[in-house]
């Protein structure tokens, strides 16, 4: 079950924002918006719209099937983002303040969760000198897990961040 009683459509377009905002802080982290990050942002936007991944919530799959139910204009939809000069840093406060209200805190941890996987699938797509990810993206995904509130919480490639705990924990 979804939020679809409780959250407005002002609400709704917060969440669907917040994976362009996590590709964008990815993908230009170390300067360019590869192609190949692009293809990745659209593949795992459909993987988890179509529910492929089990730890995935219903709140996860209704955000990322509503972006891609058109799978063509995802790259459009994005174009027009950068275009508009998505406020990437406000969208990521505005969903955790908005996740955090939320009842279902199952389903927001969820959806915090599927954010860094979906930094982490991005930044592997382009590995810059054999590295599965630069040093600058590595920062990013870990500004994410912050400002989603996850802190704690962040895996990176499947591991713990030094000082971590897994989101399992």
């Given amino acids: 079950m979804t939020h ?3 959250l407005s459509d002002s609400d709704w377009d917060v969440l669907a924002a917040v994976p362009f905002a996590v590709l964008l802080l990815v993908g230009y982290a170390d300067g360019v918006l590869a192609p190949a990050e692009r293809r990745a942002f659209a593949s795992i936007v459909d ?12 709140l996860v799959r209704e955000v990322m099937g509503r972006i891609s139910r058109d799978p063509g204009q995802i790259m459009e939809r994005l174009d027009g983002q950068v275009g508009a000069g998505l406020p990437f840093y406000e969208v990521l406060a505005a969903a955790r303040t908005l996740l955090d209200a939320m009842p279902r805190q199952a389903q927001a941890l969820a959806f915090k ?9 991005v930044a592997r797509a382009w590995p810059i000198l054999g590295r599965r990810r630069s040093v600058e993206e590595a920062r990013s995904i870990r500004f994410i ?3 989603l509130g996850l802190g704690e919480r962040v895996v990176v490639d499947g ?3 030094p000082g971590r705990t897994t989101a399992a924990a």
Wanted: net charge negative; charged share 30%.
């Fill in 159 to 161: 591991r713990a961040t």
């Fill in 4 to 6: 679809h009683d409780t």
């Fill in 47 to 58: 993987e988890m719209g179509a529910g492929a991944r089990r730890t995935d919530g219903p």
């Fill in 145 to 147: 897990s912050d400002q």
């Fill in 113 to 121: 969760e599927a954010m860094v996987h979906l930094a982490e699938g």
